[in-house]
């Protein structure tokens, strides 16, 4: 099985930063897209950022400019820097990896437990 253990969610003041980070463990053979996303309280979850194997980003509208999304292949983390966060940015924040595990044909989708970020004055 595959475990995405998430960290660097908390408390922040309007425009702070915040980088969130998601580590892979597990018997991992490959990660292919790895993504972050959100879920306000009674909102649905949605898509903050994507990045693929080969470094292909896709954000948000609402976030683009002010968030970035990134890879270490070597770790097989991936971080999310949050720049000039707003208050509409709270949310829990959920890692997401497409992953194949070692002696298996098939990728298939992983999520971390999320982590709580909170905009606030």
């Known amino acids: 099985q595959v475990q995405l253990v998430e960290s660097g969610g908390g408390l922040v003041q309007p425009g702070g930063s915040l980088r969130l980070s998601c580590a892979a463990s597990g018997r991992i053979f490959s990660i292919s897209r790895r993504g972050w996303y959100r879920q306000a309280p009674g909102k649905q979850r949605e898509l903050v950022a994507v990045i693929s194997s080969s470094g292909d980003t896709n954000y948000a509208d609402s976030v683009k400019g002010r968030f970035t999304i990134s890879r270490d292949n070597a770790k097989n983390t991936v971080y999310l820097q949050m720049n000039s966060l707003k208050p509409d940015d709270t949310a829990v924040y959920y890692c997401?990896?497409?992953?194949?595990?070692?002696?298996?044909?098939?990728?298939?989708?992983?999520w971390g437990q999320g982590t709580q970020v909170t905009v606030s004055s």
């Open positions: 997401n990896s497409y992953v194949r595990l070692v002696l298996e044909s098939q990728y298939k989708d992983y």
